[in-house]
Structures are given as C-alpha cells and as structure tokens.
C-alpha cells in the first residue's frame, strides 16, 4: 500500500488502526481511515461504530481516539 499505517493500544484493551493512503477511505481534505481494535484485533461491535470510519480530519482521528480510551 503505497501510504502510511499506524496503530495504538490504550490501557483499557482497545486501540485504534489508522491508514491514509491508495485503498483507503479518504480524500484530499479528509485522508484518514480508523478502525477500533480490541486485544490486537479489529472489532466491529462498540457504541462508536460496527465498522471502518473513513474520511477523517486529523481533529476527527483526535476525537475517535478519546472516545475509544473512554471505552
């Protein structure tokens, strides 16, 4: 994947997975792409989504991840 991956793991188990780059969701004014992770793994069953968000600000990638530590 020409781009760039980076992924964190907060206290509570969760993390995040965030991509910009060919094949992700995004766009010039919003390149970024979040999953939430849970011990390493994707996880699609939390209150803040069942899937991969995309067409994030790097303010918007901010705010998912304190809502995910919250978790």
């Known amino acids: 994947m020409d781009g760039q991956a980076a992924a964190l ?16 969701y995004g766009s010039t004014d919003a390149p970024y792409e ?3 992770l ?12 069942n899937d991969v968000i995309g067409y994030l600000s790097p303010d918007d990638v ?10």
């Not at 849970?38 to 989504?49: A, N, P, Q, R």
Request: charge should be negative; charged fraction near 20%; proline fraction near 0%.
């Open 9 to 24: 793991k907060f206290d509570n188990g969760y993390g995040v997975s965030v991509i910009c780059g060919f094949g992700s």
């Open 62 to 71: 901010t705010e998912y991840m304190k809502q995910i530590q919250k978790l």
């Open 34 to 36: 979040l999953a939430v």
């Open 38 to 49: 849970k011990d390493g793994s994707l996880c699609y069953d939390t209150e803040i989504t």
